[in-house]
């Protein structure tokens, strides 16, 4: 026989069943989350025209699109590729179903998608993505950009980890506002970039790289200082003003992110909800709020999940303009650091409460009822068909399940049954 | 603006978020069956290795394949394709972590599959299959059989249509003893495919079929009696015993039938469960018990799922034996027969149970908190955030929820608030 290789491929996620059911275990706390906050599902096909993940990829991600080549038996239509996320689709629906949504849109995905990247430790190149979106029809008021991360924040609390997650937010009109007030506009991409890699480097290497595009040593300063900016709404809304920026974007900026971290105050997120100005998402779309989630006792482990404000997600599609904001958490690769950092009780014991143990042939009809009583019971029941000898049964029940309920002759004759605890 | 064309790609299923919600309940009951009965969840990458796919597929399914190319980040590794079914990822899963897994391996799979078919009104190039199987080590005994048709039995049962499911069973020895007893068994394959044929054409072409592949008259009319038994356990097998077959292969095959349906009949399983020769299902690989599942009033829908027992998952991947049985339900194409024949209740009336609907931006953060006091009621809530008039945001509100609360200036002053049904 030929020897076939038979992992799976680079860069994709493959679970034991336990591991696969604490994994989907937090997919459910996410979907639920999301359906609890009036969020829609929906899913869109694996499969796109290349055409539509082309209009909207370009640089890194354009490198990254999985192409499909047609079947023998399917030559018809576009050429085809894998989607690379959630919002370009999302982008083709909303566009594609405009007649049939009521907008404001509040709308959730939850699949995989797919990107060929360079292989790395904890990068997948088949991933799941789980993403709750607000679209509104020419405009979206502020507010909903609070219900966006309050929705996502809900779901990664409800993982009930032992360790801290907070919400980072910033608004970029904040930071575009500074940056035309500094009158460096041109070197505004350079400036994003800085910042949004400033955690990754040391803070020499920051400063010596603001110096190196050109920015005097006054304006480095205050760069600086605004990317230090970090805290409750108060605090940070009083610093930002205290900056005395006259820029209106600047000041509408700050105004938009008092409203947002107002509203998640109120209703109770404090510790979990800091304003943290080196926010900036890399992301070119995104032109007001801002945010990612972190585990700060686990700062290695970098951004969990994150998302913003976007004037217009379907420019490339049509001419109408619908803004939006969004956020995504990236399940897979959460799932591989809380994993790494033994920050998930194992949710699941033992993946079966019962199973129903026949002694021998003759008791199996009888083991086959008493198991459909127990999941009438809403009991996940199996029930043990195999091996020879009761020892080797009750060795296999007890890696599934929590108790054994034995099956001999007496037991079909009385219809008296005990439980026996599986250890 | 360059126009794009925003369909998704034919054969593709995308839904409305109310369909979309109608499809994920059945997904979830098929979910919560399979694990009610004992079989553990996995998910196998989209991405395979092409060998893996081709050492299986072979026939009209090889020209079906989508082949990936490999992006330019990640030229690494093996030739890549998407999976076309849950069965040769299977096979792969259980000899790269056989040491990991207990057996007998109950083991269920809910996912996305392709093929690149002819495009076909409901067929799907993209769909879900839902699949529960046993792999047992060397040996599986007869009555998972019967375990793996009652989880799968169950789920359909538990969509609650309007009209009845039935799982129509037989066994492949039955048919391939009665072959050798007839001594025909160079026209093994077309005998096969004839039956398998037989309910989409008259019956005249059948019998034609068989004088064309020169069964003798007599062979001919004892095929043709043995592909009308159908029925209730005991009815069958006495009718295939009084058929007078020597055939060891034939009579362990009634065996094997017989215990079977008694372990079904016994669970209470009576109308839904039938005997009956003119299953054969097409695939090679299946060796012992055969089964499709049937709504009898909708015959022009065909088979809306079914499965086999398989002497060997893994053959074309080790030298080790994995004998099985399992099952698979067509989701999508289940769904889209469901939906064509008004099978499906709306499940969904209105997707959400709240609206909270502020009247004025002064009481948008009392709303958000309103809106937590009912999550944490475990009700799915919106606030409507969006709209000038009071009136608006009631029709948008009726859209969603079954009921609206309005929060006004004196609402947020005495915390009273008042449940308004939405019609």
Same mark, same amino acid.
């Given at each position: 026989?030929?020897?076939?290789?038979?992992s799976?491929?680079s860069?994709?996620? =493959?679970?034991?069943?336990?591991?696969?059911a604490?994994?989907? !275990?937090?997919?459910?706390?996410? +979907?639920?989350?999301?359906?609890c906050? /009036?969020f829609?599902?929906? =899913?869109?096909?694996i499969?796109?025209?290349? =055409?539509?993940?082309?209009?909207?990829?370009? @640089?890194d991600t354009?490198?990254?699109?999985?192409?499909? %080549?047609?079947?023998?038996?399917?030559?018809?239509?576009?050429?085809?590729?894998?989607?690379?996320?959630?919002t370009v689709?999302?982008?083709?629906?909303v566009?594609?179903?405009?007649n049939?949504?009521?907008?404001?849109?509040?709308? !959730?995905?939850i699949?995989?998608?797919?990107?060929?990247?360079?292989?790395?430790?904890?990068?997948?190149?088949?991933?799941?993505?789980?993403d709750?979106? %607000?679209? /509104?029809?020419? *405009?979206?008021?502020?507010?909903y950009?609070?219900?966006?991360?309050?929705?996502?924040?809900?779901?990664?609390?409800?993982?009930?980890?032992?360790?801290?997650?907070?919400a980072?937010?910033?608004?970029?009109?904040?930071?575009?506002?500074?940056?035309?007030?500094?009158?460096?506009e041109d070197?505004?991409?350079?400036?994003y !970039?800085?910042?949004?890699?400033?955690?990754?480097v040391p803070?020499? =290497?920051? $400063?010596?790289?603001?110096?190196?595009? +050109?920015?005097?040593?006054?304006?480095?300063?205050?760069i600086?200082a605004?990317?230090?900016?970090? @805290?409750?709404?108060?605090?940070? %809304?009083?610093?930002?003003?205290?900056l &005395?920026? /006259?820029?209106?974007?600047?000041?509408?900026?700050?105004k938009?992110?008092?409203?947002?971290?107002?509203?998640? $105050?109120?209703?109770?997120?404090?510790?979990?909800?800091?304003?943290d100005m080196?926010?900036?998402?890399?992301?070119?779309?995104?032109?007001?709020?801002?945010?990612?989630y972190?585990?700060?006792?686990?700062?290695? %482990?970098? #951004?969990? +999940?994150?998302? +913003?404000?976007?004037?217009n997600?379907? @420019?490339?599609?049509?001419?109408?303009?619908?803004?939006?904001? &969004? !956020? *995504?958490?990236?399940?897979?690769?959460?799932?591989?650091?809380?994993?790494?950092?033994?920050l998930l009780?194992?949710?699941?014991?033992?993946?079966?409460?019962?199973?129903?143990?026949?002694?021998?042939e003759?008791?199996?009809?009888?083991?086959?009822?008493?198991?459909?009583?127990?999941?009438?019971?809403?009991?996940a029941?199996?029930?043990?068909? #195999?091996?020879?000898?009761l020892?080797?049964?009750?060795?296999?029940?007890?890696?599934?399940?929590?108790?054994?309920?034995?099956?001999?002759?007496?037991?079909?004759?009385?219809g008296?049954?005990?439980?026996?605890?599986?250890?």
């Amino acid at each position: 026989m030929k020897k076939i290789n038979t992992s799976p491929i680079s860069g994709m996620q =493959e679970l034991l069943p336990e591991k696969q059911a604490t994994f989907n !275990s937090l997919k459910n706390i996410i +979907g639920e989350v999301y359906h609890c906050h /009036g969020f829609l599902n929906i =899913e869109t096909p694996i499969i796109e025209r290349e =055409e539509i993940l082309l209009a909207k990829a370009g @640089g890194d991600t354009e490198k990254q699109i999985y192409k499909v %080549v047609k079947t023998a038996e399917a030559k018809d239509g576009a050429d085809q590729a894998l989607r690379f996320d959630h919002t370009v689709p999302l982008a083709r629906y909303v566009v594609e179903h405009e007649n049939d949504l009521a907008f404001p849109f509040k709308v !959730s995905q939850i699949g995989r998608n797919f990107r060929g990247e360079r292989a790395q430790k904890g990068r997948y190149r088949e991933f799941y993505q789980c993403d709750a979106d %607000v679209i /509104g029809r020419n *405009s979206l008021p502020i507010y909903y950009d609070a219900d966006v991360i309050e929705t996502s924040l809900d779901a990664l609390l409800n993982f009930g980890l032992d360790t801290p997650v907070v919400a980072r937010i910033s608004n970029r009109k904040i930071l575009s506002g500074l940056i035309s007030e500094l009158g460096v506009e041109d070197k505004s991409k350079d400036i994003y !970039s800085i910042i949004d890699h400033s955690e990754k480097v040391p803070a020499e =290497e920051t $400063e010596a790289a603001f110096t190196e595009i +050109g920015l005097s040593n006054e304006k480095k300063a205050l760069i600086l200082a605004f990317m230090d900016i970090y @805290g409750a709404r108060e605090y940070v %809304v009083d610093k930002l003003r205290n900056l &005395g920026v /006259g820029d209106q974007v600047f000041n509408d900026g700050v105004k938009e992110l008092d409203i947002v971290l107002g509203l998640l $105050e109120a209703d109770g997120y404090k510790e979990n909800v800091k304003a943290d100005m080196k926010i900036v998402r890399g992301l070119d779309y995104y032109t007001g709020t801002v945010f990612e989630y972190a585990l700060p006792e686990y700062q290695q %482990v970098g #951004s969990i +999940g994150g998302g +913003g404000r976007y004037d217009n997600l379907t @420019g490339h599609f049509t001419e109408q303009v619908f803004p939006g904001v &969004g !956020s *995504s958490i990236g399940l897979t690769r959460l799932f591989y650091v809380l994993n790494e950092n033994n920050l998930l009780k194992s949710q699941v014991e033992r993946p079966l409460e019962v199973a129903v143990v026949p002694i021998s042939e003759n008791e199996i009809e009888y083991a086959f009822k008493v198991a459909k009583e127990q999941r009438e019971k809403g009991k996940a029941t199996t029930v043990v068909l #195999s091996g020879k000898k009761l020892g080797d049964k009750l060795n296999y029940a007890a890696k599934l399940a929590k108790v054994a309920i034995i099956i001999g002759e007496d037991e079909v004759k009385t219809g008296e049954l005990k439980e026996k605890i599986l250890n």
